[in-house]
């Protein structure tokens, strides 16, 4: 059974900072892994998404990898924002349609 | 649409009765999922559908819950009989295609009384 581990649980940090979130998963036979942010209220919105043989993606100041043999991604995100601030939610695809998902990081960034 | 719709936002009802409920993808999505978050706990899979077909029904808690989609548009999640472990928020999303990003829509929170 696949399980996704996300770590730190909750994350506070100064407006400016760079970060790193960290997701791992114990079945390596993903289709894709993907992240997502979610705010209060909100549905999710899906940030980056790695297929299984790609190493990373980018997008503006936000870089995830991969490293499917080793079971582990990490979320980078540089020069932080309060707008930054939500639950950040890593997930991996299976199979078609079913994604496993982490228990989420929460991350505040202060002024 | 711009994006997922769900309906309703808010549905509130007594225990043993029963509930619908309805999204819409984003036009052209072939792939709908199904989603349930429980307070305080991660994204649950209940189902998966290509098309009209639902490939995957293993994420379905019980008999009493069952989905369609139509057209290969609108998906409806019925659950019967709700009980109160039925509490939750449901989270529909759909993709282009399998294997893409999936988008949300803002959900229903579903609570039994």
């Known amino acids: 059974k696949q399980e996704v581990t996300q770590i730190p649980a909750a994350l506070s940090v100064p407006e400016g900072e760079n970060l790193v979130l960290n997701c791992s998963f114990t079945d390596s036979a993903i289709y894709n892994l993907q992240w997502f942010r979610q705010d209060p209220g909100k549905g999710l919105t899906s940030l980056l998404l790695i297929q299984s043989s790609q190493r990373e993606q980018t997008s503006g100041r936000l870089n995830a990898s991969l490293d499917k043999s080793s079971g582990r991604s990490t979320l980078y995100i540089a020069a932080s924002q309060p707008g930054d601030s939500a639950t950040y939610l890593c997930a991996v695809e299976t199979s078609y349609g079913k994604l496993t998902f982490g228990q989420g990081t929460i991350l505040t960034v202060h002024p | 649409g711009a994006g997922v719709s769900q309906s309703p936002s808010n549905k509130v009802t007594e225990k043993g009765k029963d509930v619908e409920l309805r999204c819409d993808p984003i036009s052209g999505h072939t792939a709908l999922y199904w989603y349930r978050q429980r307070l305080g706990q991660g994204l649950e899979f209940l189902i998966y559908?290509?098309?009209?077909?639902?490939?995957?029904k293993s994420g379905l808690p019980s008999d009493r819950f069952s989905a369609e989609r139509t057209g290969e548009s609108v998906s409806t999640l019925t659950i019967q009989r709700t009980q109160q472990e039925d509490s939750a928020v449901y989270l529909c999303a759909s993709s282009p295609e399998p294997n893409e990003k999936l988008f949300f829509g803002s959900g229903t929170q579903l609570s039994v009384l």
């Open positions: 559908f290509q098309g009209n077909s639902a490939p995957d």
